[in-house]
């Protein structure tokens, strides 16, 4: 038998090299509703070849296959064929070709031109297994209107190594698993951090759902699994999960739900019921079913792409108001549903099902305790907020009205690695000039953000001020909805920050004007964030003396036998001295630039001095531990000098010069008699 065979793309071709993967006995597939979506999909991909590959071991379908079809008298063998889908012309001397000669170009073709692959199962009927297609060059939008989740899946070809970026589906299988079974199949294909290769089988997924579900029997079910045996199979994955109920939910919201995950990346798991749609616009209810929704379209005709079983990959769904069937009360009290429209030969034909959601279950990280609720219902209340606050404005006659309406906000989860990287890259020199003492700040405020300890991952509610970045709110996504989980903000575009956050500033100052939080809300934990800080000792220490600093290196012989050597004559002065420097340190010989003692300011503001003898210098007299400025003491005829000269610990201050006179008001207190008698002066390098 051949390894492969190569065909030119079509219909017929198709269906026909499926029948051919095992055999005459073979169903006829032409008309097979996901075939023909598979073709219409690649056809508008511009599909130009098909390679199908025999005796292809599929992971997913081994397990299935020892699970349950190992023990059919007819068990059709563990053994897969997989189709091939290329955008050019593809012929058999052209496989060769890439197989026998390491550098030739037809790797890189085949390669520039795959459109991904489907693998065909030995099952009659439901066949189509592991399928991942190339995206459409126009599902990912610049605009930020349009956003589908995609991951890389890599192919070995015979040893050519191929690549497709695209999102898993496969055909329900109506034994081993149920159309719920499938979107979990496929929710978990699309979860970021789980690797491809540790998705469990359908099966595995199946009897996860059914154990110690009570009312659940220890076999593969016939018909879809229960929200309950969905969350079953989820935890079993080590997943949290979030299960929203809709039937109260409006189609903007919806979307909204479905934008805020998609965009972090996660999917989400969609339970409907399923209406056929006649000629009459009679709807009828045919069953419940379960898909795995993986994106959206937000601008004009809003929409969401869905992998269904029963159709195919990213098919879109677009929003439909059911108050145009003709029996829409016989539905409830749903509004608004999804169809999914189907195309032939000659083009779209008119809808003739509709989904009416009814649930979402939404599975992310086990670390993720908080849903995206409490982040949207905190942000929501921020913004009314603040549009109150132009109403009161108004009333006051004062002229407002431009400033109505442009404060908005979009929600993702994202890990805090992830969060730093878009922080740091910030630059506000286009917003200020050098020097700028509100470049500095923010700056500073940058550093303090970047380097402030949090937790993996955070609810991110950009704040957008007539649709430019204004600020950003860290909401800890692993806190409990009784925590303070506001940890976080930066400030990216300052006047339009200010705009808002002056007014909220106010709000934290005055206890009295702090509304009660309402259900699901962060809004005091946001105020907090705004309190001006009280200032603590270390607080003070940092600015009068800088921050702590570790010293830069030890010299060889400041460790001894692993111990650092200390320095002689060391003390360390907490309150004020007796004694005048005179006195202190009597053999400091006048105006002889060798003859001096070293000085710190240790961790919690005392003065330490001593002298360097040996080489043994500052680390000798902090113990290496970290300290703030530090510099010698000499003698003068004119008196007692001090100066920041300590390659270990004063060298990166850029505000030495300030800090050293701190230190010698500091020494100035300690030895109040010699006060009058002391100076500093600013070392500078030669």
Known sequence: MVPYLVSAFGRSTLSNLVKECFGSDFPDVFQKKQIGYIYRYLKDLGAESILLEFDYLDRDYLEDYSRYYVKRFDAGGSKCARLHFFSTVVEHNMVE???????????????????????????????????????????????????????????????????????????????????????????????????VRDIPACSEITINAINHIDGSSNSFPSRELSNKQILRALDVESL??????????????????????????LPLILGAEVYAMDSNNNAALLAGHAVTVLGYKASQNPAIYIHDDRLGPYARASFFELKKLSNSQDIGKATWGLVLQEKNENGWLAPHEVLVPKSLVIPSHKKVRLPFSFADSTANFIREEYENWLLSLRAQGKDVAELQGRLGYKIKLAEISNI???????????????????????????????????????????????GSEAFQILFDATDIPQGNAVVGLFVKHYESAQAVLSLFEKYAASANQIKEPQTENFYVSFLKQLRAPEGTYEDHLNITYGQLRAPKYLKPNEVIEGVIAKSEFRKQYFVASEKSLDEEFPDIKVDDENSFMIWAIAYDGSLLIGKEVDG?????????????????????????VINSKSGRYSGDYPNAGELLKNAAEKFATVFYKSRGNLEARIFSKK
């Open 97 to 195: 070709a890439a197989l026998a000669v390491p550098s030739g170009i037809e790797r890189e073709k085949l390669q520039e031109n795959y459109l991904g692959y489907a693998v065909i199962k030995p099952l009659p009927r439901t066949f189509i297994g592991r399928t991942c297609l190339a995206m459409y060059g126009g599902m990912i939008e610049d605009n930020g209107s349009k956003n589908l989740l995609s991951r890389n899946y890599d192919v070995d070809l015979f040893g050519i190594r191929l690549k497709v970026r695209s999102i898993a589906f496969q055909e329900q299988d109506k034994v081993v698993s149920a159309c719920a079974t499938t979107a979990i199949w496929t929710a978990l294909q699309a979860v970021p951090w789980r690797q």
């Open 420 to 466: 730093r990287q878009e922080v740091i890259n910030w630059d506000y020199s286009r917003q200020f000039r050098e020097g700028s003492q509100v470049l500095d700040t923010l700056n500073a405020k940058k550093v303090a953000f970047l380097t402030k300890s949090y937790a993996r991952f955070h609810w991110v509610v950009d704040f957008m001020y007539e």
């Open 240 to 265: 949290r999960n979030h299960h929203l109920p809709l039937d109260d939910t409006d189609q903007a919201s919806f979307l909204k739900i479905v934008k805020y995950h998609v965009d972090s990346s």
């Open 616 to 640: 043994v210098g500052h680390p000798g007299l902090t113990g290496f531990k970290p300290a703030r400025i530090a510099g010698e003491l000499h003698r003068l005829s004119s008196g007692w």
